[in-house]
């Protein structure tokens, strides 16, 4: 007698569970799961695209690749991984900086440029990346987003082994996101982890 007690308190619990899913199954439906058309999301996207990574030329004919996919969020989704994805795989090749004038120059600017023997960076390498990061006006060389000097990457043109030094012309600034790219060996890997995929699930989440 209690057994069958407890099975209809809890027969009961599930079912007092159940109706508010019931009653709101069109609202939780919406929430993960929408129909209608991509237009705005698409110009939202394009835009920011656009003026956060001028240097890259996206190609937004993906919206026709994933037209048949009626689930709206599912389409948008796709649409971001490909862009991402052609973001990472833009093609680029790091390489020499214009000359900056030698009145930007200091004191054992021209000896430190030269690599030591211990392959230690030289003691003034601060200012060396603060002044190829303001040669570029704080622009990643890549992509051309705009990036503080703390989150500037200083890359070289050409590596140490192959003869290159710290004169400015073989600073490459760059952006964590190309860094990111450029140092990587497993591009499908790192997709995965570019801050720029995160931005662009947000404006999914957004719309």
């Known amino acids: 007698m209690v057994l069958a007690v407890d099975f209809i308190i809890a027969s009961l619990l599930v079912i007092l569970t159940l109706i508010p899913l019931y009653i709101y199954r069109k609202e939780i439906y919406k929430k993960f799961s929408r129909s209608g058309n991509t237009e705005t999301f ?4 394009k835009v920011y695209l656009q003026q956060n990574y001028p240097k890259i030329q996206f190609d937004f004919s993906v919206l026709n690749k994933h037209q048949n996919e009626k689930d709206v969020k599912l389409r948008e989704l796709m649409i971001v991984e490909e862009l991402t994805r052609q973001f990472a ?3 680029y090749e790091l390489h020499t900086q214009k000359d900056t ?3 930007m120059h200091w004191s054992g600017y021209e000896q430190n440029s030269i690599l030591q023997k211990d392959n230690k960076l030289p003691p003034d390498w601060a200012q060396r990346k ?3 990061w303001k040669r570029d ?15 500037a990457n200083a890359l070289f043109a050409k590596q140490m082994r192959d003869g290159g030094g710290f004169n400015l012309e073989n600073i490459v600034i760059l952006c964590n996101d190309c860094s990111k790219i450029i140092k990587s060996s497993n591009l499908e890997k790192t997709i995965k982890d570019l801050p720029l995929l995160d931005k662009l699930i947000k404006k999914v989440d957004n719309f």
């Open 42 to 45: 698409i110009k939202d996207v």
């Open 89 to 91: 795989y833009f093609e």
């Open 101 to 103: 004038s030698k009145d």
């Open 130 to 132: 603060s002044v190829a």
């Open 137 to 151: 006006n704080g622009k990643c060389n890549r992509c051309g987003t705009q990036i503080s000097l703390p989150d």
